[in-house]
């Protein structure tokens, strides 16, 4: 089962930064969070991973709170191609569960113009 | 990198018949590969986990006899669903990791989507 809540929708204005929050309060010390996103039917993709620390990449940052129990995706400046929803997922780290993903609702994260 | 392909990318078949969906690591070989199902506007939901040489491990719910997953190498793993019927209809997704460690990502392929008459 997911062990992650998000906010069912959100808007942001283009070209403004788009800050998608993430509860997983139930996180265990060795599961890392990642988040995916998915544009209307296509395969989700890869976005950000991390454990602790603070992740930054080409397309998004990742905030994780010191007790782990929340993070926060960060686009810096959305456009309306990132339009899409959004999966923060907690994966499963238990040996012999082969890093499963059970995916939440996601947030559906609406740019405009 | 890191390319998941998918084979239909859309199918439509009668009911009664059987349908397989292939799934490939184009530029990686996948130890550990997995199935998902998405219905309209609902998330996606974890079917089975594959890996190479070895049965499939199936989500609580998921009828294995249904739903026949065969991983005969570390680039290719195929899905079928026997004796579809109507209810069958959805968008299957598959998705291949590297390694089945914690810090692997898995790529996911661009999606089947089935409709059963």
């Known amino acids: 089962d997911a062990k992650t809540t998000q906010p069912t929708s959100m808007d942001c204005a283009e070209g403004r930064a788009a800050n998608l929050p993430c509860n997983h309060s139930t996180i265990s010390g060795n599961e890392y969070v990642y988040w995916y996103r998915q544009i209307h039917s296509q395969g989700p993709q890869y976005i950000i991973h991390g454990l602790k620390n603070n992740e930054t990449n080409e397309m998004a940052s990742l905030i994780i709170t010191e007790d782990r129990k929340s993070s926060t995706l960060i686009l810096p400046h959305a456009t309306l191609r990132d339009t899409a929803v959004y999966y923060c997922?907690?994966?499963?780290?238990?040996?012999?569960?082969?890093?499963?993903?059970?995916f939440g609702s996601g947030t559906k994260l609406n740019v405009k113009p | 990198g890191a390319v998941v392909s998918q084979h239909p990318s859309w199918v439509i078949c009668k009911s009664g018949t059987s349908v397989k969906i292939e799934c490939r690591s184009l530029?990686?070989?996948?130890?550990?590969m997995f199935w998902y199902r998405q219905f309209p506007k609902q998330s996606l939901m974890l079917m089975a986990t594959?890996?190479?040489?070895?049965?499939?491990?199936?989500e609580q719910g998921v009828e294995k006899d249904k739903f026949l997953i065969n991983h005969a190498s570390l680039t290719l793993s195929t899905l079928t669903v026997t004796s579809a019927h109507p209810e069958d209809s959805s968008f299957y997704i598959c998705?291949?990791?590297?390694?089945?460690?914690?810090?692997?990502?898995?790529?996911f392929g661009p999606g089947t989507r089935l409709t059963v008459l």
């Open positions: 530029d990686f070989q996948a130890t550990t």
């Open positions: 594959s890996n190479e040489g070895s049965k499939a491990t199936y």
């Open positions: 998705s291949a990791s590297l390694l089945a460690v914690a810090t692997d990502t898995q790529y």
């Open positions: 997922i907690v994966r499963v780290a238990e040996i012999n569960n082969f890093n499963k993903f059970y």
